[in-house]
């Protein structure tokens, strides 16, 4: 028998659909009751999508909250980090891949510690460098999206990725991105299908 484990998280892309003011909104609630299920436990943990930013922002409009958000941190129960916003690979420079991490790391500790994965949910390709800049930090383990297929290097899951020099990472790709677990079928039938995928 195989185990799967299963991480309810967000994917926050606060630029893209809403706006500025619609996204804090969306924000507020959605931590919210984020915060009451992990108390309650109707969840035992919640992957806060490996970027800072969203609670920076979530505090600063809801600033009473930050003790129970450091407690839910300090329990293992919502993780965080380790970038400050989810970065790009591909359209910026490598400092600002460093210090997206380097911001990350620090301000994660203001809460408890940071989830020690290199976590690339959303990236539209991947640096070859990635593994030199994660070892860089202490992290040796990543989980990406896109950036390889079978008919661009591999057809595995887990791997590990080498960079420069002695620099690799074990790695999981995502095989159908972030939300492989959305919307899945209740038939048994559609769902093997799907998890054969």
Not at 41 to 48: A, H, S, V
Request: charge should be negative.
């Amino acid at each position: 028998m195989k185990k799967i484990h299963v991480y309810p998280h967000t994917h926050w892309d606060y630029e893209w659909y809403f706006t500025s003011n619609e996204s804090i909104i969306q924000l507020v609630y959605h931590m919210d009751e984020v915060i009451k299920a992990l108390e309650d436990g109707d969840l035992e943990t919640y992957l806060l999508d490996g970027q800072l930013s969203i609670l920076d922002e979530y505090i600063k409009f809801m600033p009473s909250n930050f003790e129970r958000v450091k407690k839910l941190v300090e329990e293992g129960k919502l993780i965080i980090g380790p970038w400050y916003t989810q970065t790009d690979e591909m359209v910026v420079g490598g400092e600002s891949i460093t210090r997206n991490l380097l911001y990350g790391l620090k301000d994660c500790e203001e809460f408890g510690d940071a989830m020690m994965i290199g976590y690339l949910p959303d990236s539209f390709g991947q640096s070859s460098q990635m593994p030199q800049i994660l070892n860089g930090f202490g992290i040796n383990r990543s989980i990406f999206w896109r950036g390889v297929s079978e008919r661009m290097g591999t057809d595995k899951t887990e791997f590990y990725w080498e960079g420069e020099g002695d620099s690799k990472v074990l790695t999981q790709l995502f095989p159908l991105g972030y939300a492989i677990g959305k919307y899945l079928p209740s038939n048994m039938d559609d769902l093997k299908k799907r998890m054969d995928k």
